[in-house]
């Protein structure tokens, strides 16, 4: 049983451009969540989806939207990127009712914009 | 207003003796309280978790840490190095406003283990 995937493992952006960074959950799991992890920061919430729908919103600007797709999977998209955007973006999964120490991490893209 | 403070940004310890990463937090509520540890190139793996069950909680690897909430602290320790202990160790705190959770994660502590 894969856990979480995510791609692509890599990328490499000009400033302005959009990018779109997929996720699939574990098996099972029904729900995602999106985190940004800047380089030498922990962590910082961006949002969750539940039932296709955006259910938490951390603090990032609506240049960070997302989309959850029936089979559970997601995408993280950023528009206008800007040099600040660079990080490690992770994906967790987990269920619905689930706490943080049920969820499962992905490996992360690196998102580098130039 | 909810927040967590990691001590130390980066520990160094020869194997084979104790391990102390230091964690302070902020919380309005009665938090939950975690750790985790990041491997390069690995997903973020949880450590141990504390609810309000047991100050004292045990998680893998022999790792543990102890709630004090009159210190507001949660300091994760383990008696003894080993050389795979070596990633980033993050503290996190977890409230729980009507059906969703707010999480913040610590700023992460970089473990270094000496031969």
């Known amino acids: 049983d894969a856990g979480v995937t995510q791609s692509p493992t890599h990328l490499i952006k000009t400033r302005g451009q959009q990018v779109t960074l997929r996720c699939s959950p574990k098996s099972g799991h029904d729900t995602v969540s999106w985190y940004q992890q800047a380089l030498g920061q922990g962590p910082q919430f961006i949002f969750q989806y539940y039932e296709e729908e955006e259910r938490q919103r951390g603090n990032f600007p609506d240049r960070f939207s997302g989309h959850q797709f029936p089979n559970y999977s997601s995408e993280l998209n950023v528009n206008a990127l800007l040099l600040g955007d660079s990080a490690l973006y992770l994906c967790?999964?987990?269920?619905?009712?689930?706490?943080?120490?049920?969820?499962?991490f992905g490996q992360g893209t690196r998102l580098t914009v130039v | 207003a909810q927040s967590v403070t990691q001590l130390d940004s980066h520990v160094s310890v020869s194997e084979g003796t104790p391990v102390l990463l230091r964690c302070n937090y902020s919380s309005s509520y009665s938090p939950s309280l975690f750790w985790y540890v990041q491997h390069p190139n690995k997903g973020l793996q949880l450590l141990l978790k504390y609810t309000s069950a047991a100050t004292l909680v045990k998680g893998i690897n022999g790792f543990e840490a102890e709630f004090k909430k009159s210190e507001t602290s949660f300091h994760l320790t383990k008696p003894s190095a080993h050389m795979s202990d070596a990633a980033e160790y993050f503290c996190?705190?977890?409230?729980?406003?009507?059906?969703?959770?707010?999480?913040?994660f610590g700023s992460g502590t970089r473990l270094s283990i000496r031969p």
């Open positions: 967790a999964s987990s269920l619905a009712r689930g706490g943080l120490e049920r969820a499962f």
């Open positions: 996190v705190v977890s409230e729980l406003y009507s059906s969703a959770s707010k999480i913040i």
